[in-house]
T-cell receptor, first 115, second 112 residues
Framework: DTAVSQTPKYLVTQMGNDKSIKCEQNLGHDTMYWYKQDSKKFLKIMFSYNNKELIINETVPNRFSPKSPDKAHLNLHINSLELGDSAVYFC??????????????FGPGTRLTVL | GEDVEQSLFLSVREGDSSVINCTYTDSSSTYLYWYKQEPGAGLQLLTYIFSNMDMKQDQRLTVLLNKKDKHLSLRIADTQTGDSAIYFCAEKYSGGYQKVTFGTGTKLQVIP
């Protein structure tokens, strides 16, 4: 039933480690996104992929590398984690052919805590 | 640039109307949206308005768009405790490939 799922839901790790967050959507959408929400709840887009092709790449450190093995999956790998990476990361998907006005459907979020 | 601003906090009594405001800067916006984020969850679309409309009503929700002033508002009639959440306005503009810029979010607290 889950439309957009993310794993893990919580991730606690030490500074300097490398970690990955996975996202999958079963809506048949062709566009997927990663957003970062900080402690003040500001939501910033990081990346967007359309049919496995990177189309939006905001000013994000190159320690962050998205990978889309197919259009239903968009994973986020983070190298050399820093304290400032602590946030909630949301995956979302959308389709020009589905839903009103390119509605974005969000996953439940992954809360990353870097110690 | 694309800046979308909202006041951070709004507190209302149960049964009253809530009005959440949003200002945006990009005049070429095509769609404007309101999303709701409940605690510990992702964002969910509440409603949206096309930029050539000035009002849209959907049950307890009324969206008003003043394109001249680049001002968007969401009115929730008969606010309930279940409406307590963070509300984000967002704009999709014609200059970007499906890029949506979200506002800073307004935390709505409903007092019983």
């Amino acid at each position: 039933d889950t439309a957009v799922s993310q794993t893990p839901k919580y991730l606690v790790t030490q500074m300097g480690n490398d970690k990955s967050i996975k996202c999958e959507q079963n809506l048949g959408h062709d566009t997927m996104y990663w957003y970062k929400q900080d402690s003040k709840k500001f939501l910033k887009i990081m990346f967007s992929y359309n049919n496995k092709e990177l189309i939006i790449n905001e000013t994000v450190p190159n320690r962050f590398s998205p990978k889309s093995p197919d259009k239903a999956h968009l994973n986020l790998h983070i190298n050399s984690l820093e304290l400032g990476d602590s946030a909630v990361y949301f995956c979302a998907s959308s389709s020009k052919r589905g839903g009103p006005a390119d509605t974005q459907y969000f996953g439940p979020g992954t809360r990353l805590t870097v110690l | 640039g694309e800046d979308v601003e909202q006041s951070l906090f709004l507190s209302v009594r149960e049964g009253d109307s809530s009005v959440i405001n949003c200002t945006y800067t990009d005049s070429s916006s095509t769609y404007l949206y309101w999303y709701k984020q409940e605690p510990g969850a992702g964002l969910q679309l509440l409603t949206y308005i096309f930029s050539n409309m000035d009002m849209k009503q959907d049950q307890r929700l009324t969206v008003l768009l003043n394109k001249k002033d680049k001002h968007l508002s969401l009115r929730i009639a008969d606010t309930q405790t279940g409406d307590s959440a963070i509300y984000f306005c967002a704009e999709k503009y014609s200059g970007g490939y499906q890029k949506v810029t979200f506002g800073t979010g307004t935390k709505l607290q409903v007092i019983p």
